[in-house]
């Protein structure tokens, strides 16, 4: 670091920009940010070495954000801990990082009230946004996101998904933050790590927020902080890759993060869950991103214990505290009931 970059003076927030050919979505994107009433805070767009024009639309029409661009795609996990490593090494004293996805339009209170709520809640490691489903008009109101929430059948799900806005009103503790729109404390990453790289894609955001949990942190979603989203505009969904993922991250997910009384406590849902859903998957045809996809995660287990091993030594919570995360309500035989159909066709 130079006489130059010591002199920087590191803004509250950074927000992070993952792109990846995001030329038809970019610019509502970072007009957004242009717009937002939070003055103090930073941009900086990480391109994941797109095709597209995009890198020159951002170096072109958006000066004032910083352009990090790349010859290799990353992925979303390590295309961002590249992205927050760098405010690390040139911001090293910013309290907050944000990220956000480069298919978004933040509403302009975005990040005023990310940080507001942050400030106010010091226990808090991250907190969530309300993403909206946005087709390119913003209209109906149709929430995409309202936090994550976690089954007991082992899999992440979208809290308030389909729902109307106005269902979400408070703002309040929650399971799980999605990585699209979503705060995080910059002093618990360097603490607890960062998105875990060999995820690349998917569920990489669920295992953060297992960490953060485990660490004796609070997650909270923001009903205020509210962003539209181009639902699946990057990865098409139940594409053959988004499957695969879906397959090998979900049973890394288990296997870092879940206390051992947990999984025993649960093993019927999940198996069982499991089983109907590769079957339906396998019905289907799909049987090279399902089959690669579990042969995968086994190929990865000896790492995944490892890291296992890590983060339930310096869990700081107890497991029945862990277990009020999980969602329960809901008997596992419904899950189970709406795969059967799938698979047989009603």
Known sequence: MNEEEKNIVSPLAVVIVL?????EVIRCCLESLREQTFKGFKVIVVDNASTDRSPEIVSREFPEFELLRFEKNYGFAEGNNLGISHVWDKYPGTKYVALLNN???ARPEWLEKLVDAMEKNENCGAAASKLLCWDGEMKPQFVDSAGDIF??????GKRGFGELSENYTVTEPIFGACAGAAIYRSDMLREIGLLDEDFFCYNEDVDLCFRIRLSGRNIIFVHDAEVWHRVSYSAKPFSDRVIYWAKRNSFW?????????????YFFSIICYNMLSDVRWLLGGRFKPVLKGRWDAIIGLRKMLAKRKEIQSSRKISTEELDSWIIRQTPWFVSLRRNVKKVIGN
């Open 253 to 265: 997910v288990l296997v870092k993060n879940l206390p051992a009384k947990l999984f025993f406590r």
């Open 19 to 23: 792109n990846w050919n995001g030329e």
């Open 151 to 156: 089954f007991k059948h082992g899999l992440a």
């Open 103 to 105: 298919d978004t339009s």
